[in-house]
Every structure is written in structure tokens, then in C-alpha cells.
């Protein structure tokens, strides 16, 4: 009987070890390689926050950080640190599946990232997924900076003009849109 | 309404609009009773306004128009941070004109948020919207209303502003295009108020048709806010604008409104 009760807890002890592992990757040489990027992905955060002058810069619990307008979260599976720019909020998931589509993507600036709506924030970013193996905070920084102020281009001025695209009720602009002040124009003509 | 970082529902809104505040002088008992239109103003106050004066302008504008008049209250932090604010939400307007970066640091304020929400369900339940603002109040409705316009037109609703009516005061509502199109628009503006001249649609007519909204009406005017009425032609301009002389939404602004339309009090 002791003895079972022995082999029992080995097994439980294993086992518990065992998910241990997992958790982490259940890989020695992976998790070894990994190891770091929370701390990679910490500094590129406080980075990009001392950059745009956010009192807190920390990665939370949940490896995430709001700075209001834009955001960052450190996705261990995907070993990324994801951007993110406030587009708008939305009542529920109505966001357009076109916005990521042919007809829109190559007519309006992302500056490469993506749109995607976030249910629990009831909010449609546009994002963007930095590698943590490659990315360096002086490449965050202005990238970020670029997604911002494309963003902004998206709140004020195209984001409209898209979706009445995706309806069928506007023409497309002419040529693809740089983001520039040479917009206004092309704003122009979309408003006549 | 709002204090800074507090977030407010449709509900405490329909509260706070039920709670409106209606005028009670002897001319605007009169204009009801002799068939006035019922009218619901919604104002947002601009910087370094407490609570006490922001109320205050409630008040003066329902004592004025008749109106159930009810704010969106934009918090003061001080001058500094409320200086600073005003240049968050500029700035995001600002940075799509000049391909800046903005820099933002904490986020919209939360006005602009409660007022999105105000206005979204206005708009989707059909009931018109007479919207007020005043100094950086305008900046937090521009970008409230680019806020709902982009709701709608996801949902295909591309004319949904149409019902709405703004009054803006000496806006700091940013760089162009500082207006969306759809809503009428009438946008006052004292030609020697450095507020709107710097930071908002500005002194040039030529202008407006970019700025403004499509078939906005600009008033410019000029005059001394303790004198007699404002001058809307031979517009008498100074060499520089006084930062806050000419900038009170009670001595320049809604003397001038009044000028405009007529009213009580």
C-alpha cells in the first residue's frame, strides 16, 4: 500500500513537472532560446512608451500595454510584440472583412499592418506583429510612429471613403494613397 | 458628465438629459406657451472650466434659447494639463495634415468618448441633435463626430449625421479637415480671439470651404464683448489676437449668438 502510495506520488510529482514544462514550451533547447523575449519585449515597450511620454510603461499581467491611442502586446506563442493604433470603437464586430480585402488594401496606406477588431475592447485597431527576434526599438519607434499617423489618416479621412467603397456608393481614388499632405487633394476628390 | 478617465453609458446620458436644465423666466414661459418647439441643447465646455461655471453656461444658454440644455462636462485638470490635453486631441488631426506623429501620451479624453456615444444613439434612434460647443470643446466634438460618422458608414449609414446641428464657439477644433462633412454647421468666430484664429478654422473665408464642414456658415465678427453689438462686416482686426479677451463663451460668444438669432435673458 505504501508503496503504491509512493509510486502514485512520483507519477503526480512527473506529471506536474511535465506540465510545468509545457507551460513553458515543454522544450529545453526552445525554452532556453525564448527565455528572453519577455525581457526583449519589456524593454521595447518601455521604449516606445518613454518615446511617446506615457507615464507607465510596463508590460501588465497580461503582457499588454495601453498608452490610450496605441498599444502593445507581447504574444509569447507567436514570439511577437503586436502594435496597435485606435481606429474607432464599434458596438459589436461589424468591422468589414473587405478592409483587409484586394479591393481596399492596396488603394488606401497600412503601413503594413492590419485591421482587426478586439471583442473584448469593443475596438477596431490597426495592427501590426514585430518580430521579437529581429525588431529593435529604434525600428519599433518609428514603425509605431508610422502606424499612429496612419491611424489617424484612417479616423479622419479614408476609413469613410473605404467602407462607402466597400457599399458600392464612392468611386476609388485614382492611384493609391501615400500618406502625405499630398492627400488633401485626393480627399478633395473624394468629397466632390 | 464626465470626469477625466470616467467612462459614462447611454443610460447616465438619457439621465443627465431627462435632468436637462429648462429655463423658467417669465420670456421663455412665454415662448413655450405660445407654441415653441421643443429644443435640446448638448454642450461641451472648453479648458479650465470647473463644474460651477461650466453649469453656469448651461443655464445662460437655456435662459437664452429656451432649450433643455444639458453638458457634456469636458474636466478641468488645470491650465497645464488641460493645455496639454488640448493638444492630444489636436494633435491627431494635426498629425493627418502635416504626416506628423502625434504624441500622444494618455489617450482621448473621455469626453470625446461620451459624447461619441451621445451622439451614435441619437443618431441611430433618428432624434435630432443640437450639438454646442465651445473653445476646446470643439476639438472634442470634431472627434467625436469623426467617431460616429465612421460607425455609421460601416454600417452603410452615410447620410446618419445629417440630423445633426452644431454650434461651435471660438473652436480649438484642429488643423483641416477639422470638421466632417455632414452635420450643418455654424461656426462663430471674434477675428481677434487667438483661440480659433491659431489653433481653429482661422481668419480666412477662402478657407472654410475645407475646414468648416460642406456649407458650413461662418460668422466672423469683431467688437469689444463689453461694448455694444459686434460688427459682422468691416470686420476691425488687431495686429495680434488677445489669447483670452475676446474668448468668453459668455461675454463674446453667446452675446453674439444672440446677436445672430435673438433669444431671452
Known amino acids: ?192 | 458628465m464626465t470626469g477625466k478617465g470616467d467612462q459614462v453609458g447611454v443610460e447616465a446620458i438619457a439621465h443627465a438629459e431627462q435632468d436637462a436644465y429648462q429655463s423658467e423666466t417669465a420670456c421663455c414661459k412665454s415662448k413655450r406657451d405660445n407654441g415653441m418647439p421643443p429644443r435640446t441643447i448638448v454642450y461641451v465646455n472648453g479648458i479650465k472650466t470647473d463644474q460651477k461655471t461650466h453649469c453656469e453656461t448651461l443655464r445662460a444658454i437655456a435662459d437664452q434659447t429656451c432649450a433643455k440644455v444639458y453638458g457634456v462636462y469636458n474636466a478641468t485638470e488645470g491650465p497645464y494639463r488641460d493645455s496639454v490635453q488640448t493638444g492630444q486631441d489636436r494633435s491627431a488631426i494635426d498629425a493627418a495634415n502635416e504626416g506628423r506623429m502625434p504624441g500622444t501620451g494618455d489617450g482621448r479624453n473621455p469626453a470625446v468618448d461620451t459624447l461619441s456615444r451621445l451622439l451614435k444613439s441619437k443618431v441611430l434612434n433618428g432624434e435630432p441633435v443640437d450639438l454646442w460647443a465651445h473653445s476646446q470643446g470643439g476639438a472634442v466634438s470634431s472627434l467625436a463626430l469623426y467617431d460616429v460618422k465612421n460607425s455609421l458608414d460601416t454600417i452603410g449609414m452615410t447620410d446618419g449625421l445629417k440630423g445633426v446641428h452644431v454650434t461651435s464657439m471660438g473652436s480649438a477644433a484642429p488643423m483641416w479637415p477639422m470638421w466632417p462633412d455632414g452635420p450643418a454647421y455654424e461656426h462663430y468666430i471674434h477675428v481677434n480671439d487667438a483661440t480659433p484664429f491659431v489653433y481653429g478654422i482661422g481668419d480666412d473665408p477662402a478657407t472654410d470651404g475645407d475646414k468648416a464642414g460642406e456649407g458650413a456658415s461662418v460668422i466672423r465678427f469683431s467688437g469689444d464683448p463689453a461694448g455694444g453689438p459686434f460688427a459682422t462686416e468691416n470686420l476691425q482686426r488687431s495686429a495680434i489676437p488677445a489669447p483670452t479677451a475676446n474668448h468668453d463663451v459668455f461675454a463674446t460668444y453667446l452675446k453674439m449668438q444672440k446677436q445672430q438669432h435673438g433669444g431671452c435673458n
Not at chain 1, 511620454?53 to 509569447?76: K, P, Q
Not at chain 1, 456608393?169 to 488633401?184: E, H, K, Q
Request: charged fraction near 25%.
Open chain 1, 1 to 192: 500500500m505504501a508503496a503504491a502510495i509512493k509510486r502514485r506520488r512520483i507519477a503526480v510529482g512527473c506529471l506536474a513537472i511535465c506540465l510545468e514544462i509545457s507551460g513553458n514550451g515543454c522544450n529545453g533547447v526552445q525554452m532556453n532560446e525564448h527565455s528572453g523575449d519577455r525581457e526583449k519585449a519589456a524593454a521595447l515597450v518601455r521604449t516606445y512608451g518613454r518615446h511617446i511620454g506615457a507615464a507607465v510603461i510596463e508590460l501588465d499581467a497580461e503582457n499588454d500595454r495601453s498608452f490610450g491611442e496605441t498599444g502593445l502586446h507581447y504574444d509569447a506563442a507567436r514570439r511577437v510584440l503586436t502594435g496597435r493604433a485606435f481606429i474607432m470603437k464599434l458596438d459589436s464586430d461589424l468591422m468589414k472583412p473587405e478592409l483587409n480585402g484586394p479591393v481596399i488594401v492596396p488603394l488606401f496606406e497600412r503601413a503594413a499592418g492590419y485591421f482587426e477588431f478586439d471583442a473584448a475592447k469593443d475596438i477596431l485597431f490597426l495592427k501590426k506583429d514585430f518580430p521579437l527576434a529581429t525588431i529593435t526599438e529604434r525600428q519599433l519607434r518609428d514603425q509605431m510612429d508610422e502606424l499612429s499617423a496612419v491611424s489617424v489618416k484612417w479616423v479622419l479621412r479614408w476609413y469613410g471613403w473605404a467602407m462607402q467603397i466597400v457599399y458600392g456608393t464612392a468611386r476609388p481614388p485614382g492611384a493609391p494613397l501615400p500618406v502625405s499632405r499630398a492627400n488633401d487633394a485626393q480627399h478633395t476628390e473624394f468629397r466632390r
